[in-house]
Structures are given as structure tokens and as C-alpha cells.
């Protein structure tokens, strides 16, 4: 009914397009800049950020964040169970969840061709 | 204890409880809507797309670019994932990202979750998306019009987002810096973090359309979520060439 070679070059291209994810946050995540970004670099304006990117001296507006709920979870701050160089995994982790969530989530939407739908889409 | 390097995601306490409310609100009543309408752009082919798609921005999120001594930012995606899934999904896929970050990772706050899922799920997907649609005739000429919407939408998206934060910070912001040094900073710093998000964004989008173009929402056929039709029939014609 539906053509393999269509089949097999949809397939192939999700594949690659799933092994980019891997590899950018399994590997690439290694090479990104640990300096504050824009948001923390608004709200850190006005105090001197220690290693950590928590401010000391100063006045600004991180000083009213406080640590999240979920800040002793096992994938904190990107790390597996807070570990040194354990980005990638934690990257890794991500992506296949957001992948398992996210296509459940759409495949459960999706419309769903009918009997005479199915003929016509091909 | 651990060095948290957030993206774009506002801490716990940064606004106060109300205003984390209100927009918690906002961002229920927004996902509503967009679950309801993203069904009709979701079928056996655009579904696995935009599984994919929502596990991609979470890799590209994690890498931040520097952008001034001292300073990153990182791809929001907003532009990206309205061009390739169109809004609806989109905005999803965005928000499944930003409940992944904040339970698992600890990467923005529960109670500014709603916050952060109005500014980058909602704001910087629609403004995206409303860019992309106005330079629509451009886009779908040619690979390079693609390319350059891709871009500008990416950049004017970012900026929107940031000016969801500076509302925030203006209804119910905790202590620290007056609202103009926000707004400024914000924007300054959003308009350069724009340019790598425009040139991720132009990168992904034009790989795609160069491989799958059918699988590129703003190049489906004319009025895109009513003529599904049209789009299968594209696909089809994609294909099979």
C-alpha cells in the first residue's frame, strides 16, 4: 500500500536528524560557554558573580532567585548525580526523554486517517 | 553546590508568587489552545517530526555561544520549530522542553515555569512564526528567501521573548535594578543573542528544506492548517521525485 522507498527515506531522515540531537547534546554540550547567559547576565547586573555564577558583592536581581525544587534532582544543573563531566550523558538523558514525551504526546494527537483517507493520502 | 548554568530560564523568585501565577495561568490557557489546534497539523508523518524536533531544541538549548566577553546565550527556538511544525506544535514542543528542564534538570523554576513557558513558548514561537509568515512570499521562491526568513524571524522572535521577561519584571519583579536597565540590557543583549539564534535557525531549516521539504510547515500548501490535503499531496510529490 505505501511505497517502501518513500518509507525507508522518511525513516533515514528521521534517524539523522535524531543522531544530530544526540551527538549536539552528547558531545557539542562539552564546548558551550559556561558564562552566564542573557538572562542571568541582566539579573547578575550590578553584583560580581562568584565561580558558581551566584552573586556576592553588589545589588541585583539574582539575589532574590532561590534554588529550585528540583535542584537535588539526580540530573541538576545538567550533571548525572552531580559528577564532573557528566554533561553529555545528562544531554543524552534529556534528549531521549524529550523525544519519548514529545512523540507520545504528538503520536496520541495525530489525526488519524480513516479507511478511504488512507488511500487517497498515497 | 552545583554550578548551574541555566539558559534563558528564570529562577524560582525572580518575580514574586501573584505575577508567577498569572502567567502560570497564561501559559495553562495558551497550551490549552494549542493542544486543541495542533491536531489538525499532526499526522503519521508530522508527528514523529515534531517528537524530533521538541528532542533537538533540547540539545541546541544546552549549547550557549558567547556573545560578549562574559556573556552566552543560547538558541531559544522558538523561530525553529514554527517554521518546521508550525505554532501550535510548536509551542508544545518548546514547552515539553521547558517541563523537562525545570523537573529533571533543575534549569528554571517551578513557579516561574508558566513565566518561562509564556516568554519562549508562546511569545517567541508566535512572534516567529508571525514574521515568518508575513516574509512567506520570499520563503517559498527560493531556498536562500527560506534561509533569510528562517533568520529574521529567529532574531525578531528572541527579542520578544526577552520583552516578556521585562513585563514580568515590570508587573512583579523582585528588588534589584530599576526597569529601564532591565529593558535595556534585556533587549541589547536578546538582539545579539538573536543573531546566533537566526543563524541556527537559518542552518536547520535550510538542511531540512534541503532534504525534506515536505516536512516544512511554512512551504505546505497556502493556509497550511486547513489545506492538510495539499500538504500530503506535496509530500507525496516529494517523494516520489
Keep these: 500500500m505505501t511505497r517502501p522507498s518513500a518509507d525507508r527515506r522518511a525513516m533515514g531522515f528521521f534517524v539523522g536528524f535524531l543522531v544530530m540531537a544526540l551527538l549536539i547534546a552528547g558531545g557539542l554540550s562539552y564546548f558551550a560557554s559556561s558564562a552566564p547567559d542573557g538572562l542571568d547576565s541582566v539579573t547578575l547586573n550590578g553584583c560580581v558573580p562568584n565561580a558558581a555564577g551566584e552573586p556576592e558583592a553588589g545589588t541585583c536581581i539574582a539575589q532574590n532567585a532561590q534554588d529550585s525544587a528540583t535542584a537535588g534532582s539526580p540530573l541538576a544543573g545538567y550533571a548525572v548525580g552531580g559528577g564532573e563531566g557528566t554533561t553529555g550523558l545528562a544531554g543524552i538523558l534529556g534528549v531521549v526523554a524529550c523525544l519519548v514525551i514529545g512523540g507520545g504526546l504528538f503520536w496520541a494527537l495525530r489525526r488519524r486517517r480513516g479507511p478511504t483517507g488512507q488511500d487517497e493520502g498515497r | ?241
Design chain 2, 1 to 241: 553546590m552545583v554550578a548551574v548554568v541555566t539558559a534563558m530560564h528564570m529562577s524560582d523568585g525572580l518575580v514574586n508568587i501573584p505575577t508567577a501565577a498569572v502567567f502560570g495561568v497564561v501559559a495553562v490557557i495558551g497550551l490549552g489552545v494549542a493542544v486543541s489546534r495542533a491536531r489538525r497539523d499532526l499526522d503519521d508523518r508530522t508527528a514523529p517530526m515534531a517528537g524530533l524536533v521538541t528532542a533537538f531544541v533540547f540539545a541546541v538549548q544546552m549549547i550557549n555561544f558567547p556573545i560578549l566577553p562574559g556573556a552566552s546565550g543560547h538558541l531559544l527556538g522558538g523561530a525553529l520549530v514554527s517554521v518546521l511544525v508550525g505554532p501550535w506544535v510548536g509551542s508544545i514542543c518548546i514547552a515539553i522542553v521547558l517541563v523537562v528542564q525545570a523537573l529533571l534538570f533543575a534549569d528554571g523554576g517551578l513557579s516561574t515555569l508558566g513565566a518561562n513557558i509564556t516568554n519562549m513558548a508562546l511569545i517567541s514561537v508566535f512572534v516567529g512564526y508571525a514574521v515568518a509568515v508575513a516574509l512567506r512570499g520570499p520563503a517559498r521562491r527560493s531556498r536562500a528567501g527560506l534561509v533569510a526568513t528562517a533568520f529574521v524571524a529567529a532574531l525578531v522572535g528572541t527579542v520578544g521573548a526577552s520583552l516578556g521577561f521585562v513585563l514580568e519584571y515590570a508587573i512583579g519583579g523582585a528588588a534589584g535594578a530599576s526597569l529601564g536597565t532591565v529593558f535595556a540590557l534585556m533587549v541589547g543583549l536578546h538582539a545579539l543573542i538573536g543573531i546566533g539564534e537566526g543563524i541556527i535557525t537559518a542552518a536547520t531549516v535550510g538542511a531540512v528544506a534541503a532534504i525534506r521539504p515536505d516536512l516544512v510547515y511554512l512551504l505546505r500548501g497556502s493556509a497550511a492548517p486547513l489545506v492538510l490535503r495539499g500538504g500530503t499531496a506535496a509530500a507525496a510529490e516529494g517523494n516520489g521525485s
